[in-house]
């Protein structure tokens, strides 16, 4: 089910980028939306599971919390910033998500914050550590060799009248 998430968060965000860049981010995610509250809604039905209206006022809260900043703010914004930045720069959002979700539970939802949410949070930051440095030394080799090239091969400007 991970990798499956995974794989269809990286899908849908290469395809937004690619075709969705003049889609408006509201009606593109009510519909993304739609599509998820349906299907979830299936499931449940097939997995028999009981419905019941949460209580008053911290269910109903909850439940319009994630609707909105967890889900119309942070979706709007993800596809506003796919307009204007790389989707692979934007592949360490997924990444670093769940260290903001367990900081929030420790800090506001009085949860535990072990050893073990200390080394994988090392962990997946050293790895993004780890693949920003390779990008920018990377972009950082494209940038000399663009120097060196037309250094090596100046462009003469045009003549201009005295």
């Known amino acids: 089910a991970i990798v499956l998430s995974a794989t269809c968060a990286a899908v849908a965000t290469v395809a937004l980028k690619r075709w969705g860049a003049e889609a408006d981010p509201v009606t593109f995610n009510a519909g993304a939306m739609a599509v998820g509250a349906a299907s979830l809604a299936a499931l449940s039905v097939t997995a028999r599971e009981t419905w019941r209206v949460p209580s008053w006022p911290e269910g109903i809260g909850a439940i319009l919390f994630l609707a909105l900043a967890g889900s119309v703010v ?39 914050f072990d050893a073990v949410d200390l080394i994988g949070s090392a962990i997946v930051l050293g790895g993004i550590y780890v693949s920003i440095s390779r990008r920018v030394a990377l972009v950082g080799r494209a940038v000399s060799a663009r120097s060196a090239a037309a250094s090596a091969n100046p462009i003469d400007p045009p003549d201009r009248p005295s």
């Open 74 to 112: 942070t979706f709007v914004t993800w596809q506003w910033l796919l307009k204007t930045a790389e989707a692979t720069s934007l592949s360490f959002v997924a990444l670093i998500t769940p260290i903001t979700a367990i900081l929030l539970g420790a800090t506001v939802g009085n949860e535990t």
